[in-house]
């Protein structure tokens, strides 16, 4: 065909065609050349059955392979590039010589020829020249049976960059590995017969080869087949081999595949240089542990009950290794044998024990002999719960509250509302670490109608000395003496810390409202943040404990419950007052001012004059120019 095609595109909108064409050059193969490494395949010396039971002989096989050249019509064109990938090969006469993959083996004496097929193999290219080969009476005989080892290839790389054209050649140089430096390590092995004409053929498991350890280095390798990639036969390092080998460890052995006669025998170096081990590292997953049946295992505690342990090994060429699961480590408990035992690897706290306290696990490899010196341990504690403690905060909570012990609840000002108090338990361990268990706990009082305890949470009723006591998984506090004081306690302080606009603007339309930010602080020292709205507002409203006033209420109102109303500007700043509800006899109550600026929004159709920050309008003198913005 040609070298050109035209691509054409067509695309409708609204009843008009619109249409483009593309000119592509197309780089197609012009030539195509199958090629054998060998022409004739002679009879293999020794490869007849020679008992009687078959007449089949043994032919030579070979590689086949295939280059094209590449061009078109104004192209320069390639030559010789290797399509053997691409290709499939078939023989005008399979039963002189038999086609299997990249590879052909003479059947009979007589002549063939392999054509490159089509990629489904049904049928010959027409540009494809053949490979002719002859299958020959002639005898040849094995001179080198050879097994190749090999763990990688690395391609060497050019001196220096260079720029190449479509027709120039480099010469590429590939070296083929064999790196077998830690136990696992591993490599395929190939298969190759050498003949007295000078030709080579590699051998398949097919071919009725066979690979072993000469029995010397069993412990240094081992061999097993393979059922995919190109290579039949896999060689691997095992665990514990000799860190040093450098011999003819391969044996491969050809035989008849009819009568099983020995062909070949040959040899395969393989060299095995070990990394030696320098260090050890036990860690556990865990460092502390309970059993099963104590309380230190529920929730919210949740010690566990086991721990994996992980054993790494360091080698003298900076690779780890991970020796947890190896059968040469060891696993001894030489402190605290009686409360831990080690199975796969994993420490287990022993159900049956009595006791608490460290544990210590070394890790030993008594049968590895390249690290039989080296140790490593790692220790653990087994805990149980011990007792716990009972305690009694400020409700609601505020910064600190937790650290503050309150025991005794009395009348709050003025009001026949007691204050509340939050309860919480602690569980102590054996070795005196601590756990908060109030979650997963009971409690009681020993007056429920006159001291009520709902969650954590104690309600006092009736005035009154009354015990409490907590309880978590088969452990009970001690009592804990709460009173309820028939007395009140009195405000101390009031502070304001209503969140306003910009510089203390109560901005707005007319009637927005702003519910006061107030914090009381009582005579014990307790105290509730958020006086109008906060937590204890469910059980005690900010009327009952304050009075709350403006000194503008046209401008901004407040109402009884701490809410604040925009109502109109005002040429000043307003003055907002929170004062405690009552107080001792014979003294004023506490009581805290805030001022804010009350500024009014522009609303719907509405025009608005003045600063929208702050006062609406400056103070001015009478007679002075006053600028509003």
């Known amino acids: 065909g040609g070298s050109g095609i035209i691509i054409g595109v067509e695309a409708e909108e609204d009843g008009a065609t619109h249409s483009t064409a593309v000119e592509m050059s197309?780089?197609?193969?012009?030539?195509?050349?199958?090629?054998?490494?060998?022409?004739?395949?002679?009879?293999?010396?020794?490869?007849?059955?020679?008992?009687?039971?078959?007449?089949?002989?043994?032919?030579?096989?070979?590689?086949?392979?295939?280059?094209?050249?590449?061009?078109?019509?104004?192209?320069?064109?390639?030559?010789?590039?290797?399509?053997?990938?691409?290709?499939?090969?078939?023989?005008?006469?399979?039963?002189?010589?038999?086609?299997?993959?990249?590879?052909?083996?003479?059947?009979?004496?007589?002549?063939?020829?392999?054509?490159?097929?089509?990629?489904?193999?049904?049928?010959?290219?027409?540009?494809?020249?053949?490979?002719?080969?002859?299958?020959?009476?002639?005898?040849?005989?094995?001179t080198r049976l050879s097994a190749v080892l090999v763990t990688g290839a690395v391609f060497e790389e050019l001196e220096s960059p260079v720029a190449l054209d479509m027709a120039a050649e480099v010469q590429g140089n590939v070296t083929l590995l064999q790196e077998l430096q830690s136990e696992g390590a591993s490599g395929v092995i190939f298969v190759y017969a050498a003949f007295e004409d000078g030709t080579w053929q590699e051998l398949k498991r097919a071919d009725n080869v066979t690979v072993e350890v000469q029995p010397e280095y069993a412990s240094s390798l081992t061999v097993v087949e393979t059922t995919s990639g190109n290579a039949d036969f896999q060689g691997l390092v095992p665990s514990g081999g000799e860190s040093a080998v450098s011999h003819d460890v391969l044996l491969p052995t050809w035989r008849h595949p009819c009568s099983g006669e020995v062909i070949a025998i040959g040899t395969g170096t393989v060299n095995v240089s070990l990394a030696e081990p320098v260090s050890v590292v036990v860690s556990s997953k865990y460092t502390r542990m309970t059993r099963e049946e104590d309380a230190a295992s529920a929730s919210p505690i949740s010690l566990p009950t086991s721990s994996a342990l992980t054993v790494e090994v360091t080698y003298d060429d900076g690779t780890t290794k991970d020796f947890t699961a190896d059968g040469r480590t060891e696993y001894a408990v030489t402190t605290g044998a009686g409360l831990v035992q080690v199975v796969d690897a994993t420490a287990g706290a022993i159900s049956e024990a009595t006791g608490f306290g460290l544990v210590t696990i070394v890790v030993t490899f008594p049968t590895y002999s390249a690290a039989s010196g080296m140790n490593a341990s790692v220790d653990l504690q087994v805990v149980g719960l011990d007792h716990v403690t009972i305690r009694s905060s400020p409700y609601p909570s505020y910064s600190g509250s937790s650290s503050t012990d309150k025991t005794t609840l009395s009348l709050l000002?003025?009001?026949?509302?007691?204050?509340?108090?939050?309860?919480?338990?602690?569980?102590?361990?054996?070795?005196?670490?601590?756990?908060?268990?109030?979650?997963?706990?009971?409690?009681?009082?020993?007056?429920?109608?006159?001291?009520?305890?709902?969650?954590?949470?104690?309600?006092?009723?009736?005035?009154?000395?009354?015990?409490?006591?907590?309880?978590?998984?088969?452990?009970?506090?001690?009592n804990l003496l709460i009173t309820v004081s028939g007395g009140a306690v009195m405000?101390?302080?009031?502070?304001?810390?209503?969140?306003?606009?910009?510089?203390?603007?109560?901005?707005?339309?007319?009637?927005?409202?702003?519910?006061?930010?107030?914090?009381?602080?009582?005579g014990d020292g307790t105290m509730f943040t958020d006086l109008v709205s906060g937590t204890q507002s469910s059980w005690v409203g900010a009327s009952e404990l304050a009075v709350f006033a403006s000194d503008a209420p046209d401008r901004?109102?407040?109402?009884?419950?701490?809410?604040?109303?925009?109502?109109?500007?005002?040429?000043?700043?307003?003055?907002?007052?929170?004062?405690?509800?009552?107080?001792?006899?014979?003294?004023?109550?506490?009581?805290?001012?805030?001022?804010?600026?009350?500024?009014?929004?522009?609303?719907?159709?509405?025009?608005?004059?003045?600063?929208?920050s702050g006062l609406q309008l400056e103070a001015t003198a009478a007679g002075s120019e006053l600028n509003v913005p």
């Open 491 to 522: 405000a101390s302080s009031i502070t304001h810390s209503t969140s306003w606009g910009s510089g203390d603007t109560f901005g707005g339309v007319v009637n927005t409202t702003k519910t006061l930010g107030i914090k009381m602080v009582f």
């Open 26 to 142: 197309v780089w197609f193969p012009q030539d195509v050349k199958v090629e054998a490494a060998d022409h004739e395949l002679g009879h293999i010396g020794s490869s007849s059955s020679g008992n009687g039971t078959c007449d089949q002989r043994l032919f030579q096989g070979t590689q086949l392979y295939a280059e094209a050249s590449f061009g078109g019509i104004g192209m320069n064109a390639t030559r010789d590039l290797d399509v053997t990938a691409l290709m499939t090969f078939a023989a005008d006469d399979p039963s002189v010589v038999e086609v299997d993959g990249c590879s052909v083996r003479g059947m009979r004496t007589g002549s063939a020829v392999v054509h490159g097929m089509s990629g489904d193999g049904a049928t010959q290219l027409a540009f494809a020249s053949g490979a002719s080969i002859s299958v020959v009476d002639a005898e040849v005989l094995v």
């Open 556 to 612: 901004v109102g407040v109402s009884t419950g701490g809410v604040a109303e925009l109502r109109l500007n005002h040429y000043a700043a307003v003055s907002i007052t929170a004062s405690a509800a009552c107080s001792v006899e014979g003294m004023e109550a506490v009581s805290s001012s805030d001022e804010v600026y009350a500024n009014l929004q522009a609303a719907a159709y509405d025009v608005d004059l003045g600063s929208p």
């Open 413 to 478: 000002l003025c009001t026949a509302v007691f204050q509340r108090a939050v309860l919480k338990l602690t569980a102590v361990l054996t070795d005196s670490q601590t756990a908060d268990v109030t979650s997963s706990s009971r409690f009681a009082s020993s007056n429920a109608t006159a001291l009520m305890i709902s969650d954590t949470t104690m309600i006092p009723a009736v005035a009154g000395a009354y015990n409490v006591s907590g309880a978590f998984e088969g452990h009970d506090s001690a």
